[in-house]
């Protein structure tokens, strides 16, 4: 079994900051990519970003130059941190993770954590 646990999530007034985590645990093999989705009410869910496992990192354009991925792969853990917030960040952020496990190393799946809510106040 796999779990992603999130923590960081709250509320913020416009400009500042938050720090987002989301640690995997379970029977893991290996882990691809992990990144970060967001929904807003009324919104369909949407990719923030990514990062894989070599470090290489992709963003969505409403969020470039605010927001920054990174992970420890010690720990297993993925990190967001969002600067410079906007009242359109508003959303509950789900971790997002490409994981092998160790009875199925040549099938990885997505696993999903429980969701974050961030608020960001005008």
């Known amino acids: 079994q796999v779990q992603l646990v999130e923590s960081g999530g709250g509320l913020v007034q416009a400009g500042g900051s938050l720090r987002l985590s989301c640690a995997a645990s379970g029977s893991i093999f290996s882990i691809n990519a992990m990144g970060w989705y967001r929904q807003a009410p009324g919104k369909q869910r949407e990719l923030v970003g990514n990062?894989?496992?070599?470090?290489?990192?992709h963003y969505a354009d409403s969020v470039k130059d605010r927001f920054t991925i990174s992970r420890d792969n010690t720990k297993n853990t993925v990190y967001l941190q969002m600067n410079s917030l906007k009242p359109e960040d508003t959303a509950v952020y789900y971790c997002?993770?490409?994981?092998?496990?160790?009875?199925?190393?040549?099938?990885?799946?997505?696993?999903w954590g429980q969701g974050t809510q961030v608020t960001v106040s005008s």
């Open positions: 997002n993770a490409q994981i092998a496990t160790v009875v199925a190393i040549w099938v990885p799946r997505d696993y």
């Open positions: 990062i894989i496992s070599g470090g290489e990192t």
